[in-house]
C-alpha cells in the first residue's frame, strides 16, 4: 500500500494533502466531508464527498433484500428450506423473491470487492467517531481493488494521518 502512495504524481500528492488539511480545518461532522479513492491501476487519485460516497462507489446491499432477509428469519425459526421460500413467496410474491435472489447470486459471480451496505455504513460511522475526537483527523482512503481480479480482491480501507499528527504512522489499515 505505502508503495502506491510512493507513485503518486506531485499534483496527486498536492491534493492528499489539501484534503488532509482541509478536514482538518472543519469544526463539525457533515456531509462533505472527504474521502480518497486511488485506483491502483489507472495511478488515479480522486476526492469523493462523504455524502457522495455511494453513488460513486455503490455497496452491494443485494445481501440486505428484504426478501431474503426474511428467508433467513424463518430458517432461524427453525423453518425447513422449502417451508420458508413458500412463506416468502406468500409474503413478497414469487418474482419478487426470485428477482432478490438473482440479484444476490449476480453479485456474488461478478464480485463486490468486499464493498458491501455492512461495509459503507461501517465506513461512514468509523469516520464520524474518528473525526468527533479532539485532535488530529485521520482521512479515510479507499484502495480500489484491481478489477482484472474482482472475486479475489477487496477494496482497502486505510486511515491518512495529517503532518505533525504526534500519533502519527504514515497509514493505518483497518478491515473494516
Known amino acids: 500500500m505505502v508503495d502506491a502512495l510512493m507513485c503518486l504524481r506531485p499534483h496527486q500528492r498536492e491534493e492528499l494533502q489539501r484534503c488532509l488539511a482541509q478536514q482538518q480545518q472543519e469544526q463539525r461532522w457533515h456531509g462533505g466531508l472527504p474521502v480518497l479513492l486511488l485506483d491502483r491501476c489507472w495511478l488515479r487519485l480522486d476526492s469523493v464527498r462523504i455524502d457522495q460516497l455511494a453513488f460513486r462507489l455503490p455497496p452491494d446491499a443485494s445481501r440486505d433484500a428484504p426478501e431474503l432477509g426474511r428467508y433467513r428469519e424463518l430458517l432461524a425459526a427453525g423453518l ?33 470487492q468486499g464493498w458491501t451496505l455492512e461495509r459503507y455504513l461501517a465506513l461512514v460511522q468509523e469516520y464520524r467517531l474518528r473525526f468527533q475526537n479532539q485532535g488530529h483527523r485521520p482521512l479515510p482512503l479507499l484502495v480500489l481493488a484491481r478489477a482484472a481480479i474482482p472475486a479475489a480482491s477487496r477494496h482497502g480501507l486505510h486511515w491518512l494521518h495529517a503532518e505533525g499528527d504526534p500519533a502519527r504512522r504514515s497509514m493505518r489499515h483497518t478491515c473494516a
Not at 91 to 112: D, T
Open 80 to 112: 425447513q428450506g422449502w417451508q420458508a421460500q413458500q412463506q416468502c413467496w406468500h409474503e413478497f410474491g414469487s418474482e419478487a423473491c426470485r428477482e432478490a435472489l438473482q440479484r444476490f447470486w449476480l453479485a456474488q459471480e461478478r464480485g463486490n
